[in-house]
């Protein structure tokens, strides 16, 4: 089975940085979509930044101009870079990957925190 472990996470002060960083225990087959998710105290999980089979990314609007999202396929790591952070960011924040040709598997991080303070 793959194994997503991420790191990266802190607290950090609004305006400051932080780079998340996603890796694979072993190469994954597939069609495969990057996600980067975030979950916030008392809300639902909501998806930030993702890049599909075409390496195409995308970003949810909340984060626009200030993450993005690169990954390094020799180390087999996604990384999300998170500038100018905001208070409203705070949330713990897992990768997924999506692989499959007839099936579709799901595979997850297990969550890294990140609290940024006003």
């Known amino acids: 089975q793959v194994q997503l472990v991420e790191s990266g996470g802190g607290l950090v002060q609004a305006g400051g940085s932080l780079r998340l960083s996603c890796v694979a225990s072993?190469?994954?087959?597939?069609?495969?979509?990057m996600t980067w998710y975030r979950q916030p105290p008392g809300k639902e999980r909501e998806w930030v930044a993702r890049?599909?089979?075409?390496?195409?990314?995308t970003y949810a609007d909340s984060v626009k101009g200030r993450f993005t999202f690169s990954k390094d396929n020799a180390k087999r790591t996604m990384f999300l870079q998170m500038d100018n952070l905001k208070p409203e960011d705070t949330a713990v924040y897992y990768c997924?990957?999506?692989?499959?040709?007839?099936?579709?598997?799901?595979?997850w991080g297990q969550g890294t925190q990140v609290t940024v303070s006003s």
């Open positions: 997924n990957v999506r692989a499959g040709y007839k099936n579709i598997l799901d595979f």
């Open positions: 072993t190469s994954i087959a597939g069609f495969n979509i």
């Open positions: 890049m599909d089979s075409r390496l195409i990314t």
